[in-house]
């Protein structure tokens, strides 16, 4: 009878105090994949820790910040029992380092131009096009925002390195619309320049040659930035031609 007995008791038996179930395999394993299926939604990232242990995770609830900390205290070969782990973890909403970035972008940033450049911003699969920017760091802080606000947990370091802005390649097109109405009055023959481009115009003042040079440039598909086109654009004084 007693043999009968001890057999039940070893059936029963759950997991021992060492961390490892009747199977052999640790409780945090088994925490990891009872928590390895999350739902579908993102509320942000969030931050699980156990002891030296901590993930950040952009998370359902907790679910993946959770299910990530436990694969590694798994991988880590942690022998503590389940109710030990789930009793001291903790999890809380991680700080976004793009939301602390834009803060300190605009703190830093002076850029002011009187020009309005559009600038694209790219950051991975992110992009912004910032439209009549006063300023390169001024575009930048409005894609670091997107990132903010997508809970992009990279860090602020990583960003910085990754992110890059262009201006708008078609600003000698811009330049042309800006120039397409000039003011009906007549200082004589000017001529602008940019490269090997010019253009030569009766001008108000140097209106019409500019809007002309631009416009051929446009034609032409000139990618140029903005700002480059802007100092290297040169434009003669009225002369007038007596008939």
């Known amino acids: 009878m007693r043999f009968w007995w001890m057999i039940l008791w070893m059936g029963c038996a759950g997991p021992d105090d060492s961390g490892q179930d009747t199977d052999g395999v640790s409780e945090a394993c088994a925490l990891a994949e009872q928590n ?4 579908e ?3 942000g990232p969030v931050t699980c820790s156990y002891g030296e242990f901590s993930e950040t995770e952009n998370s359902c609830g907790d679910c993946q910040a959770r299910s990530a900390l436990y694969q590694a205290l798994c991988d880590a070969g942690v022998e503590d029992s389940s109710a030990q782990i789930e009793a001291d973890t903790e999890c809380e909403s991680a700080q976004v380092p793009a939301c602390a970035l834009v803060e300190t972008l605009q703190e830093d940033c002076t850029d002011a131009i009187d020009a309005d450049i559009d600038y694209t911003c790219t950051y991975g699969e992110y992009s912004h096009l910032d439209e009549g920017s006063m300023g390169e760091c001024w575009a930048e802080i409005e894609l670091v925002q997107v990132l903010c606000d997508a809970g992009v947990p990279d860090s602020a370091e990583a960003i910085l390195a990754e992110l890059e802005c262009v201006e708008d390649p078609n600003a000698a097109c811009e330049l042309a619309e800006q120039y397409a109405n000039c ?3 007549d200082d004589g023959l000017v001529t602008c320049t940019f490269e090997e481009f010019s253009a030569s115009e009766n001008s108000c003042g140097d209106c019409q040659a500019l809007g002309a040079l ?3 440039m446009c034609d032409e598909g000139v990618s140029a930035t903005m700002q480059v086109i802007l100092d290297g ?3 003669t004084d009225p002369v007038i031609v007596e008939e």
């Open 214 to 216: 631009y416009q051929d």
């Open 36 to 39: 390895s299926e999350c739902p």
């Open 183 to 185: 003011l009906e009055c």
């Open 41 to 43: 939604c993102d509320d």
């Open 233 to 235: 654009t040169e434009c």
